[in-house]
């Protein structure tokens, strides 16, 4: 069964740093989600992506935050600069067309910002 | 703006019993879906069951039930005959439609089956 794919898993990273998280969703979904967790708390909404641009984003996303899908196959989120604050888990997740069918989510990558 | 509320952070159940994992939500939206998604430990969410807010009849997946109360805002998980392979953290998750399809989230509930 096809499955949305992350990677790193674990991402280690210096205050200010850039990072970049990828994401492979499934060959056939037309739209893409990033969330993030922090420890113990909530699973929150970031970003959603649809026919090559942003349909939505919370006010996490700021101006450090950007998303990009470069070659048709991946789906990028990037932190050009980040804070201890973001220390999170960041999942990806696609669907396949409109609202009703599910999001299909990927492992996650485990951002730790020293 | 749309908020969802798991009050129980953790559960334990016998295996073969049958467990009710509470959910409830606010909006004033009429159209949307509820999802129940599983997270093993150290494994993807993983949808269980979807229920549309239009349809009145409960939706049932094998051992997985809901309980849509919609004048309540109440969207409770039944899982009967419970095996150890139920457990995992439960995530309730709202959806508008139509809009972006974003999901809300509630924070969660850890289950533990028992052999």
């Known amino acids: 069964e096809p499955e949305v794919t992350q990677t790193p898993s674990h991402q280690v990273t210096q205050m200010g740093q850039e990072v970049i998280l990828r994401c492979v969703p499934i060959?056939?979904?037309?739209?893409f989600y990033w969330y993030r967790q922090i420890l113990g708390q909530k699973v929150e909404f970031l970003v959603s992506f649809y026919n090559n641009e942003i349909s939505e984003k919370s006010e996490i996303f700021d101006d450090q935050f950007s998303v990009e899908r470069p070659d048709g196959s991946n789906f990028t989120l990037k932190i050009r600069s980040t804070k201890l604050e973001d220390s999170a888990m960041y999942f990806c997740?696609?669907?396949?067309?409109?609202?009703?069918?599910?999001?299909?989510f990927g492992p996650g990558t485990r951002l730790t910002v020293t | 703006a749309q908020t969802v509320t798991q009050s129980q952070p953790e559960m334990s159940v016998q295996e073969a019993e049958t467990v009710t994992l509470s959910c409830t939500y606010d909006?004033?939206?009429?159209?949307?879906?509820l999802f129940w998604y599983k997270q093993p430990p150290s494994r993807q969410m993983i949808l269980v069951i979807r229920q549309e807010a239009y349809k009145q009849q409960n939706a049932t997946e094998n051992r997985f039930s809901v309980n849509f109360q919609k004048a309540a805002k109440s969207f409770s998980l039944k899982i009967s005959d419970s095996q150890l392979g139920d457990t995992a953290m439960y995530f309730c998750a709202f959806m508008k439609t139509p809009g972006t399809y974003k999901y809300i989230f509630g924070t969660g509930t850890r289950l533990k089956v028992l052999a």
């Open positions: 909006t004033s939206e009429n159209n949307y879906y």
């Open positions: 997740a696609s669907s396949e067309a409109s609202g009703r069918n599910e999001q299909y």
């Open positions: 060959s056939n979904h037309l739209y």
